[in-house]
């Protein structure tokens, strides 16, 4: 090793209560590389970056910048130190521009004024420099998911930081939002930035960096260079056990019933803007996966609320939705639930959980009104505590408590426990719409399979997806939407993954 | 366990510091704590007033945290209770006479209906058309209080009397008083009480609409996505919280006056949103608030006679102070700090987090 670290970690423990989430690790990373680091939900390697960004204090171990011992009060040490963090949660504000969300907190003065002209220009400089584009003037809140990405970025260059930290930059973005950001990354390498990728997932890995830390359970399993390695490797380090990246799924059986028929669905956008769905109409047969495919923000979510109904006169201008044998157009969500219509919601937090509420009760939302919980009437936490507890067994959320509540579970085990109670109503119908976006490969291993399964024993299944290997790994038939309406479809096997790409951006 | 310790040590440090605060004022505070004391529970007929004034401060607390469990917050208690007050004594004045067991139930019937009527409204206006029930709520205590100044002043005035009051209900429609405490007006209104939250409790723990109701408080996105619909849980919740305190209605009418008098009410509906608030908003807690209020509101009210430098206005600061103190949540989690933080492991390398509910500590 000739080359000096840029980034240094030496025996960095970190506990929280009881538990170790960081053991020990050390972190080696040159200057001007792309360094992965890898694991599961909960291995500890966010708080190994959130210890290198000054936001927790070690208990032990040292923390080496550029070739000199550091030690941080808080974050404000470690970016005068030249190291910039974007979170996976954009820390703008919504409703300023980019400019004002740069100069926030690094405002330049001039005879105690702020400078924007200034600044601007400094700004459009390094934009133009690191092939940045980034619209100045509009309230970021109405950019798009990737813009406000580069503004994030564009605040941590404005600071001069060396070291850039990045937390899951691709779970929000688009296929084609993600090239153009490793684009930008390499770009950022060349010119001699470090950069420190936190993701799970192993592709981006594998394509985009240069060397790769694996953490499993707060601990570091290893170091190496990322064209030494493979995925499956890197995912058996990241579990501890052999994972099946992909699934060899089975071809479909499907049987004649339909299970949800929609025809010549439609929906007004707001005002003069566009129709948000236009003349969508397609059929799921019970024992077969459909898959939609699309970049985000295309209108599945949009597909999703018109097809359960959830907010009346809002979510159908016109159509018909007939599901499992009915025609459902104007029933109530509840009542098309009961039909026995399981939803995996796109937003897991959100939509599918109460974040402050326990396992327990989390189990029970939507099934509130089955029979099986009550005793003379009334809810029975006794019974309700022992479906949760076989369904967490059998699911494996872990940790199995039924009294932590569903915020503090991981995202990998989130997902698990909406799947859990989603399956546990036996649908015939099953929507699942992004249903393993942030989750680690051990759990989409888990839950691909909940699906295949599913289909196998009759139930028809519409997966939404912009996750192209997902769509194509288990879709019997695949749709593709692009601003509202479906425009195209492929059987199993007839659709490359390039080709796929294309008609999801229109062409 | 520190569920239970938070609102003690709330508030202690409260009444702590609000006869500090007395204590420079010249009274030395064990003085003071002895006439509190004295004065709330000192006799039977003490401890009377005391639950005298806890009955209607259980009603509109759990009117509070009813609403407060499904989202929405109830701010508009006073102007239902006054409605449901309002409703018992016109129907009492108009038809005086209905036999006794028929009188009271078709009364507080009356009194729930007219509270939860007027519960409702805002809960409509803010599902049907968006507005929020803060706002709608507290303006419906003005026509709440205009109304009942109408009707009592213009259409059902006492001809016997120089106060604002209407014309005395007949005598079927008076409810027990426990000859217990020494004449003070404790009625049936006081165990009704304890069932009503009793009730509450059943409904939110243990019965679909009330998961539904918490779970609408909890996540309206996450609730419509299981197939609920908040609007009409939304309704429901506002009704309820109106039904009960209309509830303040039975005592007061039925059990103590006899007649609706003008300004009865020493601001029970917003004293319920503190003893909600002090309670956690568990039925069990509004209850041990509710005494504590009382009890307060009962202990303060010889201070004018019997000290010097403090009068009864200082139930007010003791009740700021406790407020304050349950609310300082900076406070307790620094008292905690080596608990909070290991609540973070959980979070480590969670996905997205949710906003802090309003509250910070759950119920249940």
């Known amino acids: 090793m000739a080359r000096n670290a840029e980034v240094e970690l030496r025996g960095i423990t970190k506990r929280f209560g009881g538990v170790a989430a960081n053991a020990g690790v050390n972190l080696r990373i040159l200057p001007g590389t792309i360094h992965g680091l890898v694991g599961e939900n909960g291995a500890g390697k966010s708080t190994a970056m959130k210890v290198l960004y000054g936001i927790y204090r070690p208990e032990e171990g040292e923390i080496w910048v550029g070739g000199e011992r550091h030690h941080w009060a808080s974050p404000s040490d470690a970016i005068a130190c030249g190291i910039g963090m974007v979170h996976q949660h954009f820390m703008l504000a919504g409703p300023c521009s980019a400019l004002d969300n740069v100069l926030l907190g690094a405002e330049g003065t001039r005879w105690g004024w702020i400078d924007r002209k200034r600044a601007r220009a400094r700004l459009e400089t390094l934009a133009g420099?690191?092939?940045?584009?980034?619209?100045?003037?509009?309230?970021?809140?109405?950019?798009?998911?990737?813009?406000?990405?580069?503004?994030?970025?564009?605040?941590?260059?404005?600071?001069?930081?060396?070291?850039?930290?990045?937390?899951?930059p691709t779970a929000v973005l688009t296929p084609q939002e993600t090239s153009l950001l490793f684009g930008n990354l390499k770009r950022l390498r060349d010119e001699g930035k470090t950069i420190l990728l936190v993701t799970h997932k192993l592709k981006e890995v594998m394509a985009f960096t240069d060397s790769v830390t694996v953490f499993r359970a707060g601990r570091v399993m290893g170091q190496v260079e990322t064209r030494r390695t493979s995925p499956e490797e890197l995912a058996m380090l990241m579990v501890g056990r052999k994972v099946v990246l992909s699934l060899e799924v089975a071809a479909a059986q499907p049987a004649r019933e339909i299970a949800l028929e929609v025809?010549?669905?439609?929906?007004?956008?707001?005002?003069?803007?566009?129709?948000?769905?236009?003349?969508?109409?397609?059929?799921v047969r019970r024992g077969e996966i459909v898959g939609i495919a699309g970049v985000e923000g295309n209108g599945q979510a949009e597909l999703l609320q018109a097809i359960l109904n959830l907010r009346d006169g809002l979510c159908r201008s016109s159509g018909t939705v007939r599901c499992l044998g009915q025609d459902v157009t104007g029933w109530k969500a509840g009542r098309i639930r009961d039909l026995g219509v399981g939803v995996i919601p796109g937003d897991r937090v959100c939509e599918g959980l109460l974040p402050e509420r326990p396992v327990t009760e989390n189990f029970l939302l939507g099934l509130q009104r089955t029979p099986g919980f009550r005793r003379c009437g009334f809810l029975s936490p006794a019974r309700l505590e022992r479906a949760a507890a076989r369904a967490m067994e059998e699911y494996d959320v872990r940790p199995r408590d039924l009294g932590i509540a569903a915020a503090n579970l991981s995202g990998g085990n989130q997902q698990k426990l909406i799947v859990a109670r989603e399956f546990d109503r036996q649908p015939r119908l099953l929507i699942a719409a992004q249903p393993t976006r942030g989750v680690d490969v051990g759990a989409v291993e888990s839950i691909h399979r909940r699906i295949v399964r599913a289909r196998d024993e009759g139930a028809g299944v519409l997966l939404i997806s912009s996750e192209l290997d997902e769509i194509l790994e288990l879709s019997d038939r695949i749709l593709v939407m692009y601003e509202g309406r479906l425009v195209a479809e492929f059987r199993r096997g007839a659709a490359t993954e390039r080709e796929l790409g294309l008609r999801m951006g229109g062409a | 366990m520190r569920r239970f310790l938070q609102p003690v040590l709330a508030v202690a440090l409260g009444l702590g510091l609000g006869l500090g605060v007395a204590g420079f004022a010249g009274e030395s505070p064990w003085h003071l704590l002895g006439i509190l004391a004295r004065g709330a529970f000192g006799s039977r007929y003490d401890f009377g007033m005391t639950l005298f004034y806890s009955t209607p401060l259980i009603f509109t607390g759990l009117s509070v945290a009813v609403a407060f469990h499904a989202g929405l917050f109830n701010i508009g208690a006073e102007g239902q209770l006054t409605l449901g007050a309002l409703a018992a004594a016109i129907l009492g004045a108009v038809w005086p006479r209905v036999p006794w067991p028929l009188g009271p139930l078709l009364a507080g019937l009356a009194a729930i209906v007219a509270g939860g009527l007027w519960g409702a409204i805002p809960g409509w206006l803010r599902a049907r058309r968006g507005s929020h029930e803060v706002i709608n709520t507290i303006m419906l205590n003005f026509i709440a209080a205009g109304l009942a100044s109408y009707v009592t002043l213009y259409l059902l005035q006492n001809p016997a009397s120089q106060n604002p009051e209407t014309r005395p209900i007949g005598a079927g429609y008076l409810i027990r008083q426990f000859g217990l405490f020494g004449g003070a007006p404790v009625s049936l209104a006081l165990p009704l009480a304890l069932v009503a939250a009793?009730?509450?409790?059943?409904?939110?723990?243990?019965?679909?609409?009330?998961?539904?109701?918490?779970?609408?408080?909890?996540?309206?996105?996450?609730?419509?996505?299981?197939?609920?619909?908040?609007?009409?849980?939304?309704?429901?919740?506002?009704?309820?919280?109106?039904?009960?305190?209309?509830?303040?209605?039975?005592?007061?009418?039925?059990?103590?006056?006899?007649?609706?008098?003008?300004?009865?009410?020493?601001?029970?509906?917003?004293?319920?949103?503190?003893?909600?608030?002090?309670?956690?908003?568990?039925?069990?807690?509004?209850?041990?608030?509710?005494?504590?209020?009382?009890?307060?509101?009962?202990?303060?009210?010889?201070?004018?006679?019997?000290?010097?430098?403090?009068?009864?206005?200082?139930?007010?600061?003791?009740?700021?102070?406790?407020?304050?103190?349950?609310?300082?949540?900076?406070?307790?989690n620094w008292m905690r700090n080596g608990a909070a933080r290991g609540r973070g492991f959980g979070e480590v390398d969670s996905g997205p987090k949710a906003e802090p509910p309003l509250e910070k500590e759950g119920v249940l």
């Open chain 1, 129 to 168: 420099l690191y092939g940045l584009p980034v619209d100045w003037e509009r309230p970021v809140e109405t950019l798009a998911v990737g813009q406000q990405q580069r503004i994030e970025i564009l605040k941590l260059l404005y600071r001069e930081a060396r070291i850039l930290i990045l937390d899951e």
């Open chain 1, 263 to 283: 025809s010549e669905l439609g929906l007004a956008g707001p005002g003069q803007s566009r129709r948000r769905l236009s003349d969508v109409s397609f059929a």
């Open chain 2, 198 to 332: 009793g009730l509450v409790w059943l409904l939110l723990w243990r019965t679909p609409l009330g998961f539904e109701m918490r779970a609408v408080g909890q996540s309206e996105s996450a609730a419509r996505m299981a197939g609920i619909e908040p609007e009409r849980v939304r309704i429901i919740a506002m009704t309820l919280a109106g039904g009960l305190a209309g509830m303040v209605g039975i005592g007061e009418v039925l059990g103590n006056a006899g007649m609706f008098r003008l300004g009865f009410s020493p601001e029970y509906g917003f004293m319920g949103i503190a003893v909600a608030l002090l309670g956690r908003n568990q039925p069990a807690g509004v209850v041990a608030a509710a005494l504590l209020f009382g009890a307060l509101h009962k202990g303060t009210a010889d201070l004018d006679l019997e000290t010097e430098h403090v009068t009864r206005e200082l139930s007010l600061v003791l009740q700021a102070l406790i407020i304050l103190s349950v609310c300082a949540d900076g406070l307790w």
